[in-house]
């Protein structure tokens, strides 16, 4: 409620319902009283005039009778009177007429609203005088001063207004004055002023709200003076900032330009230093393989080594290039995390077996076959967490398990861990650990080599696959490094076993206890009817005639009575024995197996000892879980390539799989075979004239349903990791790198068939005659024989076969190279170089697939820009396999005689 309306109130309400409550209260207690004084005056009249009244009846007098009654009539404000008896009868009446009414015999002179009844007294019939009033004069008189006090109320309301109005004015206008001016201060506006006459209390106001605005006036002002310098300040600052920008873009555009440029020099220099690289390494390889003394060995053993290590030294540093710009791409494809782990253990295995260390494996059983992630970085991280165990680790073991730690729908958690007894690490070592270019201690470097660069692309590719790496150590007590590595899962269904011993009798001996351990549980998986030997040899040990015999030797050389009384022992043994060495093939001892066996080197791979069991004891191999269709029609793998002895060794490396191979010599021709029929894989060469390899397999995929699941795995002699990269991406299920191995090849057709493969046993092979030490003149061989068998999985037959086709397409090949360099057509002189690189991968040329190699990786880094020298001595390479042909190749041209065309 507002100050002005609780005014009116005050002053003008409330006084004039008080006063017009007084005057009608007064005007009602007037008329009460008139009303009392008229009743009274009547009564006393009646009292008066009763007697005589009284005497007139008794005596029957009625003139005197009605004039005492018109005295009462007189009386006013009489209206009527009746004489009435107790019956209510009236013997006389004068006036207006009356309603009839019976009196109370009883009663006094009574009032009946405005009719007055008083008896008569002294008569013998019981009379009253009933008189009755008229209200009228009465009642006007009220009217009257009723009228009169309203006009009076209605002055003094005037008046009260006229009062309240002029008060309201007097003291609201002041504080809406106030107010309207505080409204002004709220938008900013302290110009306005304030009168301070009137009242004390509003002037008081009035001085404090004028000097609040003079206040605020001043605190604009300097406010607007300070937000002017700040935004000329500012200004500046933003022009300073600008050029900054400016420069920093410049710096940053610079920045990017040299890290482009740093890494294309990297890739191309890593290329270019792999190029000679892989040339020293393979010359290095071939070295070894001719007539050297002890010294020599020893002079390449360190050449051999350093290259590795050059190599290794380049990946790494490519790898952290690549990491660092973010431009390291994870592929999801099929792996197996078992064959992963035996790959790397048998990469790692000749540096752990020339410091006398066990290297074992453990895949525990549930976890699943069917992964799906990055195969080659989870092989990297793998590979060198286990070299860096062996590299510091003198004596003891070094451990790797993988085991399931979640599994949640088709996603799983793989736990893995690389445990070893080497020197260890302090929790200081451990914190700068996974750092760029930091190893556990600065004598580190030196004494163990490296850059420092693993652990950390370790840790960051592992990150990137969503997992986490932890090491737990101390010093002294070896290293315990953990993976926790996210995957995918095609089914969770445990392993398939590769073998099925059906209770045979097998008796193990082995020293080490971890590998008798793991030994044990995979052969009592496999239905094998276990003796564990515990003695200090087998030979100690009573003689239960078992069917297979397994022996872990203990660490080599032995001393030579040590080595004897095994040769003794092994000697008398009744069964087959499996001789297990850790040491490298070409070091394994000959050792007497009168019933058979086999001398095979650690670690272990569980194919390859269940081959060499079932090679000895011709177990059979445990049926594949496969549709009934599967089971009855074998599986048809299509082979694509254009050149014919490419196709022959792969179809020669497939026979007695039980698969149905077909062959196809371009990508036209392996879509017309796929338009007739579906294959369950394709093994798809890239580099074809016409529709290469990629073009082939989109035409392939666009056939229908089947083809949009068949597994295409591309076969190239390019080994880039660009290139492997490009070829998955592009949809390749796999890559197969040229000069393929059978066992590679074997283990990928299984893993992409879903089928336990494994490779015939091997015929017997002979040995190709050596060809004497090569000149100085003549750094490598223009044929090696030997070395072609070894590549057609030591058949020599097929070797000769493949080297016959080579020197049958020579003439064509050097005609297409040649027509190609003269008009400077780049594509088809890789095409052409590409095509003689491939069918040199096994034939046993080592000069001219050298050459080949070389120039087809310099050909894709730089183009045919300085590539001249490369292309003459590559035409030299094949004039002197020409003559090679002419003069020592009549056996090799008859054996190729038969050879498809």
């Known amino acids: 409620m507002s100050l002005r309306t609780r005014l009116m109130l005050l002053v003008f309400l409330m006084p004039l319902i008080l006063i017009s409550g007084i005057a009608v209260a007064s005007l009602l207690y007037l008329e009460h009283q008139q009303q009392q004084a008229v009743q009274q005056r009547l009564e006393r009249a009646v009292s008066l005039l ?85 209200p009228t004069p009465l009642r006007l008189a009220l009217y009257r001063h009723l009228t009169l006090v309203g006009l009076g109320c209605l002055v003094l309301g005037l008046a ?15 504080l809406e004055s106030l107010r309207r001016a505080l409204e002004r201060f709220n938008s900013g506006d302290y110009r306005p002023r304030l009168d301070t006459r009137g009242p004390v209390e509003t002037a008081e106001l009035a001085h404090g709200l004028n000097a609040l605005a003079d206040y605020l006036s001043r605190a604009q002002e300097e406010m607007q003076q300070h937000i002017e310098q700040t935004t000329l300040d500012l200004q500046e600052s933003m022009e300073t900032i600008e050029i900054k920008n400016i420069e920093l873009d410049m710096a940053h555009r610079r920045a990017l330009e040299a890290s482009r440029i740093k ?133 003891g073991e070094i451990l790797v398990r993988v085991m399931l730690e979640e599994a949640e729908g088709a996603e799983v958690i793989l736990r893995v861990q690389i445990s070893d007894t080497g020197i260890g690490m302090d929790e200081a070592s451990q914190r700068r650990l996974f750092q760029a270019f930091q190893q556990t201690r600065d004598s580190d470097t030196r004494h163990y080599g490296g850059t420092g660069l693993g652990l950390m692309i370790c840790r960051q590719l592992v990150e990137q696959m969503g997992g986490e790496i932890a090491v737990e150590s101390a010093p002294g007590r070896g290293s315990t490094f953990t993976l926790s590595l996210p995957l995918r899962a095609k089914s969770l269904e445990e392993r398939p076993l590769e073998l099925d011993l059906g209770g045979q009798r097998v008796a193990l001996y082995e020293p ?42 203990p660490p080599l050389p032995m001393a030579k009575a040590e080595m004897v009384s095994w040769r003794e022992c092994l000697a008398g043994v009744r069964c087959p024995s499996i001789v297990m060495a850790n040491v490298p093939p070409f070091d394994i001892p000959d050792l007497p197996l009168p019933h058979g066996g086999e001398v095979i080197s650690k670690p272990l791979s569980r194919r390859s000892l ?45 026979d007695g799989l039980g698969l149905d191979v077909e062959e196809a010599a371009s990508g036209e021709e392996a879509l017309a075979r796929g338009r007739s029929r579906p294959f369950d894989l394709v093994l798809m060469d890239i580099r074809m004239p016409g529709m290469d390899g990629v073009e082939a397999m989109k035409a392939l995929r666009e056939l229908g349903d089947a083809w949009r699941r ?3 795995i591309a076969v190239t ?99 297409q190279l040649r027509e190609a360099w003269d008009a400077e057509d780049e594509v088809a002189f890789l095409d052409a170089v590409h095509a003689l690189n491939g069918a040199c991968r096994y034939c046993g040329v080592p000069q001219l697939a050298l050459l080949a190699e070389t120039l087809e990786t310099r050909l894709r880094v730089a183009g045919l820009a300085d590539t001249e020298a490369l292309v003459e001595a590559l035409h030299a390479a094949m004039a002197r396999l020409r003559a090679w042909s002419d003069e020592e190749a009549p056996q090799a041209m008859e054996t190729a005689s038969g050879a498809p065309k």
């Open 263 to 395: 890494s294309e020099f990297l890739a191309n220099m890593s290329h270019e230093i792999r190029t000679p690289l892989n040339g020293v390494i393979g010359f290095c390889q071939l070295l070894a393989r001719s007539e050297l003394d002890d010294r020599q060995q020893e002079w390449l053993s360190h050449v051999h080594k350093a290259s590795n290590n050059l190599l290794s030294l380049i990946n790494d540093i490519l790898d952290f290039s690549k990491i660092e710009a973010g431009k390291l791409e994870l592929e999801s494809v099929d792996l197996d995390i078992l064959v992963i782990v035996d790959e790397v253990l048998g990469l790692q295995a000749p540096m752990a077996q020339q410091k006398q260390l066990h290297l074992l494996g453990l895949v525990y059983d549930d976890v699943p076959a069917q992964l799906q992630g990055d195969p080659l970085r989870l092989k990297q991280v793998l590979t060198n967490l286990v070299h860096n165990a062996i590299k510091f680790t003198e004596k």
């Open 160 to 174: 009260l207004f006229l009062l309240a109005y002029a008060l309201g004015r007097q003291w609201v206008q002041p």
């Open 512 to 553: 080490h206890a971890a590998t008798r351990h793991a030994l044990a549980h995979l052969l009592r998986a496999w239905g094998a009817e276990l003796q564990v030997l515990e003695e200090a040899t087998p030979c100690d040990a009573p003689q239960a005639a078992p069917d297979l015999l397994l022996v872990g030797l």
């Open 710 to 712: 068949c597994p295409i």
């Open 717 to 815: 002699a390019h080994a880039l990791e660009e290139e492997r990269q490009r070829l998955l991406k592009a949809g390749m299920h796999d890559v197969l790198i040229k000069p393929i191995q059978a066992e590679a090849l074997v283990g990928l057709l299984g893993q992409h068939l879903n089928m336990a493969l494994s490779l015939p046993a091997a015929a017997p092979r002979r040995v190709a005659r050596r060809r004497p030490t090569p000149t100085a003149d003549e750094e490598l061989p223009a044929v090696d024989l030997a070395l072609g068998t070894q590549l057609a999985g030591g058949r020599e037959d097929l070797a000769r076969q493949t080297l016959g086709m080579l020197l049958a397409s020579l003439d064509d090949t050097e005609r």
């Open 610 to 654: 269940a081959a060499v069991i079932q090679r000895q004891l011709n177990a059979p191999t445990p049926a594949p879980i496969e549709s009934p269709a599967a089971a009855i029609t074998p599986r048809r793998v299509l082979v694509v390539d254009d050149t014919d002895s490419n196709r022959l060794l792969v179809r020669e490396m497939l």
């Open 50 to 134: 009763a007697p005589s009244l009284a005497e007139a009846i008794e005596a029957g007098d009625e003139p005197r009778l009605e004039r005492l009654a018109q005295r009462l009539m007189d009386e006013p404000p009489v209206q009527a009177l009746s004489l009435r008896d107790a019956q209510g009868d009236t013997p006389l009446h004068l006036g207006k007429g009356q309603e009839s009414l019976r009196p109370d015999p009883a009663s006094t002179a009574t009032w009946q609203e405005w009719r007055l009844l008083t008896p008569l007294p002294d008569l013998e019939r019981p009379l009253w005088v009933d008189l009755e009033l008229d």
